[in-house]
């Protein structure tokens, strides 16, 4: 296993456009976790799932976004109806337990809304 | 609710200069930790470091070192004889031990960009 992968690396959509990103985590982690990060600001928290249950939503998620883990594997991050707001880099990590261990990060998605 | 601050937004210096990039982070949690990456231009997030809340320890790795230090709520990074590879932007991040064990992910700064100049 190389590490966290994430596709597609770039992402360019139209206003009001649905996009869905894909994250594949380390295979032995539980824990994966979505962040966005913004130019010149550091990495923000969305979401994150334990194997296949999400169990905690930043209120930066709005309804627009959804996310899925099935099978506690891969996981999908949904923007509905984007809005240009939403440009930014969309960063997946992962680990193996929760806040005592380091996290391992994707190469990101990053997401153009024109 | 936990912060962290980190007040250089960009630090330049010549190679082989010593840098020291600063961290100054909030929690109400007696069990927290701190972390440091790194974000070269490929955009990647590499982890640097962990450090928990009990274990005030400095570290050193090679050419980085790390000072934690409680009494001030800062756990400050620093490169000695720097290279031009070390540019990249760095952030510090803080996560809290709640009873059911780190819910909400990672808090980060806003980071610092480091330029080494040859």
């Known amino acids: 296993d190389t590490g966290v992968s994430q596709d597609p690396r770039h992402k360019i959509t139209k206003r009001g456009q649905n996009v869905t990103f894909r994250c594949d985590p380390i295979s032995e982690h539980n824990r994966l976790y979505w962040y966005r990060q913004t130019l010149g600001q550091g990495p923000e928290f969305l979401t994150y799932f334990q194997n296949e249950a999400q169990l905690e939503k930043s209120r930066l998620l709005s309804d627009r976004f959804s996310a899925e883990r099935p099978k506690g594997s891969f996981s999908t991050l949904e923007i509905q109806r984007t809005e240009q707001g939403d440009s930014a880099m969309y960063l997946c990590?992962?680990?193996?337990?929760?806040?005592?261990?380091?996290?391992?990060f994707g190469q990101g998605t990053r997401l153009t809304v024109v | 609710a936990q912060k962290v601050t980190q007040a250089q937004t960009e630090i330049s210096v010549v190679e082989k200069e010593d840098v020291t990039l600063d961290c100054v982070y909030e929690?109400?949690?007696?069990?927290?930790?701190l972390f440091w990456y790194k974000q070269p231009p490929s955009g990647e997030l590499v982890f640097l470091i962990r450090?928990?809340?009990?274990?005030?320890q400095n570290e050193i790795s090679g050419r980085y070192s790390w000072n934690f230090q409680k009494s001030t709520s800062s756990f400050n990074f620093t490169i000695t004889a720097s290279q031009v590879v070390d540019s990249a932007v760095y952030f510090c991040?803080?996560?809290?031990?709640?009873?059911?064990?780190?819910?909400?992910?990672?808090?980060f700064g806003k980071g610092t960009h480091l330029i080494i100049q040859p």
């Open positions: 991040a803080l996560s809290e031990e709640y009873s059911g064990g780190g819910a909400d992910g990672l808090t």
């Open positions: 990590a992962s680990s193996s337990q929760g806040a005592s261990t380091e996290a391992f």
């Open positions: 450090r928990n809340s009990f274990d005030e």
């Open positions: 929690t109400r949690d007696t069990t927290y930790y």
